[in-house]
C-alpha cells in the first residue's frame, strides 16, 4: 500500500515534528487556528487530513510535504528541536511597513526589505508578502513591531487570523469567526471590542489576505 493517504505514518510524522518543535498541542492548535479535536484525531491516528491542512502543516514545521505523508527514517545527528529547511522552499517576500502599504491603499506602497520565508507552494510564495503590525490589539499573540507573513487572496477558515478590510478604511489585523448570518472580528487584547457584522452589514468586510507566519520582534 501507498504512504500517501495511511493515517499511522501521517500520525508517526506529525507526533515527531510536534516533538521537534517543542511545543505542545494546544500551542500549535492555537497558532495554526485548528481546533484541538481535529489535531488529536489526525496525531492519534483516527482522521487523515485534506491536502491544504497538510501543506498548513509543513510551511508551519519548516517541512516539504512529503515528509509528513511519507515513510522515511527520522533524520539523526540533529541538535535538539532543529529541523532542516530545504533551500528549495525558502522564499524572500517582499516587506512592508504597514497593512495599508502592503495592499496599495496608499501611493507609496514601496516595499522596504525582503525577508526569508519557507514556504513550499510556489503560489503561495507569488502572493506573500510580510506586514511589519503596529499596535497591540492581537497582544499576546502578535506583539506590535512583529512581522506577519500574510498570504493574498487566500481562502480562510473560521478562527484563522486574517487582514480584514472594512468599508474603505485601512485593513486591519483580526481573528475571523464565520457564522450563518454574521461575521466577528476578534481582537485577541480583551481590551478591544469585537467588531460584529449581522446579515448585510457582513458585505462591508473584504478579507485581504491569510496570516501564515509571525515572526517575533526579538
Not at 545527528?77 to 495599508?100: F, H, K
Not at 514601496?110 to 506573500?128: L, T
Request: hydrophobic share 35%; with cysteine.
Amino acid at each position: 500500500m501507498s504512504d500517501i493517504g495511511n493515517k499511522d505514518v501521517f500520525a508517526r510524522n506529525l507526533s515527531y515534528y510536534v516533538e521537534k518543535s517543542g511545543k505542545s498541542r494546544g500551542e500549535i492548535c492555537e497558532d495554526l487556528g485548528i481546533a484541538y479535536s481535529t489535531f488529536s484525531e489526525w496525531i492519534n491516528g483516527r482522521k487523515y487530513p485534506r491536502i491544504d491542512k497538510i501543506e498548513l502543516l509543513a510551511n508551519y514545521f519548516g517541512i516539504l510535504k512529503s515528509q509528513l505523508i511519507e515513510s522515511r527514517p527520522p533524520i539523526k545527528n540533529d541538535p535538539p528541536n532543529a529541523v532542516r529547511l530545504p533551500q528549495e522552499i525558502v522564499r524572500m517576500v517582499p516587506l512592508y511597513e504597514s497593512v495599508a502599504a502592503g495592499f496599495g491603499a496608499y501611493a507609496d506602497s514601496s516595499a522596504v526589505g525582503i525577508i526569508p520565508c519557507c514556504i513550499e507552494s510556489d503560489w503561495e510564495a507569488e502572493n506573500s508578502i510580510g506586514i511589519k503590525v503596529k499596535g497591540d490589539s492581537m497582544y499576546p499573540k502578535i506583539e506590535d513591531g512583529d512581522i506577519v507573513v500574510v498570504c493574498k487572496d487566500m481562502d480562510y477558515d473560521d478562527g484563522q487570523i486574517v487582514v480584514a478590510r472594512i468599508d474603505e478604511d485601512d485593513a486591519v489585523v483580526k481573528r475571523i469567526h464565520l457564522y450563518p448570518t454574521r461575521l466577528v472580528l476578534e481582537s485577541i487584547n480583551p481590551e478591544y471590542q469585537d467588531r460584529v457584522f449581522e446579515r448585510e452589514e457582513m458585505n462591508r468586510v473584504h478579507i485581504e489576505g491569510v496570516v501564515r507566519k509571525i515572526v517575533k520582534n526579538v
